[in-house]
């Protein structure tokens, strides 16, 4: 016969209340994880502190943040002071794309209530820090993408990509981001750094074709 257990199990809520997680205190009960989660679910029904002062707990029970994990957290917030935006996994430097590795690691760890409360205050002066979203994501995988194509096509003599007046849809594509990013940079919301990064690649950019960045001449 299965044994049925009055929920909330109460030793299960105390070591919960002493901060172990769901799944390590059902690993040293031998019992599903769910049955766990069942049992402190309902526990935290009747006790609507009880999750805030397992956090407690956890919190206390862990050491501080390494110096790594510092100077992670004032990389992100310099990162957002300066530029006023997260860490890309795309970015144009190793730095960048491990600070948003360690951000993502943040996430999970703050949805699990599993982040120490340095980093987790550190990060509170970061709008959006628990972001960015999966298509804040793939726009900018896409930005790079369309920059590396931009890129490429100027590396080999090919004049900037038309919008309008072309049947080429590979270059109506490239030129419609390029008219885009002119926009952008003409009304002050593109970002610092991607107008730095087309200033120093794409010489020319902003104008097109028929002015200063014309067709380069071949070598």
């Known amino acids: 016969m299965t044994k049925h257990r009055t929920a909330p199990h109460p030793e299960w809520v105390l ?17 599903p994880s769910s049955t766990v989660r069942f049992h402190l679910q309902k526990a935290a029904g009747q006790e609507p502190g009880l999750r805030e002062e397992h956090r407690r707990a956890l ?30 996994p795309s970015g144009a430097t190793a730095r960048e794309r491990t600070l948003s590795v360690w951000l993502a690691r943040c996430r999970r760890e703050a ?10 205050e550190g990060l509170s002066v970061v709008p959006g820090w628990y972001g960015p979203s999966a298509r804040a994501i793939r726009d900018e995988a896409r930005w790079r993408q369309r920059f590396e194509e931009l890129i490429q096509l100027r590396a080999g003599g090919g ?61």
């Open 15 to 31: 070591m919960y209340r002493k901060g172990l997680p769901s799944a390590k205190i059902a690993a040293l009960c031998g019992v």
């Open 59 to 88: 919190a206390a029970a862990k050491p501080g943040p390494s110096r790594a994990a510092m100077r992670n957290l004032a990389d992100v917030i310099a990162l957002h002071q300066a530029e006023g935006r997260l860490p890309a």
């Open 111 to 120: 949805a699990a209530g599993t982040l120490s409360a340095e980093l987790r």
């Open 159 to 219: 004049d900037w990509p038309r919008h309008q007046k072309t049947l080429d849809e590979q270059e109506r594509a490239l030129g419609l981001w390029l008219h885009s990013q002119r926009i952008s940079a003409r009304h002050g919301v593109m970002g610092p750094a991607k107008v730095k990064l087309l200033d120093s690649a794409l010489p020319g950019w902003r104008e097109g074709r028929g002015r200063r960045g014309g067709r380069r001449p071949k070598q």
